[in-house]
Nanobody
Framework: QVQLVESGGGLVQPGGSLRLSCAASRSIFSISLMGWYRQAPGKERELVATTTSIGTTNYADSVKGRFTISRDGAKNTVLLQMNSLKPEDTAVYYC?????????WGRGTQVTVSS
């Protein structure tokens, strides 16, 4: 079992930055794939970025060059640095971990980009 707790969301102006954090209840070295997804009102949940245990990363085209995903093994945390935020980035952001062939989800953190 994996428990995930997200933090770092909030209200930011367009062009601003936020850093999301996802704390896992077990060592992230034991989790092969972790990532961030988001869901905007009236839309389906979509992939934002993923990272594997060997450091491979993958990004949605809409966030490439603006968002960076990383792992902090010492803190069992996955981070999502979000720069140059746009109103269309507004959504609930969810942390995901794929562990023993089972997907685990956090409860999400709201990110609102608005002037």
């Amino acid at each position: 079992q994996v428990q995930l707790v997200e933090s770092g969301g909030g209200l930011v102006q367009p062009g601003g930055s936020l850093r999301l954090s996802c704390a896992a209840s077990r060592s992230i070295f034991s989790i092969s794939l972790m990532g961030w997804y988001r869901q905007a009102p009236g839309k389906e949940r979509e992939l934002v970025a993923t990272t594997t245990s060997i450091g491979t990363t993958n990004y949605a085209d809409s966030v490439k060059g603006r968002f960076t995903i990383s792992r902090d093994g010492a803190k069992n945390t996955v981070l999502l640095q979000m720069n140059s935020l746009k109103p269309e980035d507004t959504a609930v952001y969810y942390c995901n971990a794929y562990y023993r062939s089972v997907p685990w989800w956090g409860r999400g953190t709201q990110v609102t980009v608005s002037s």
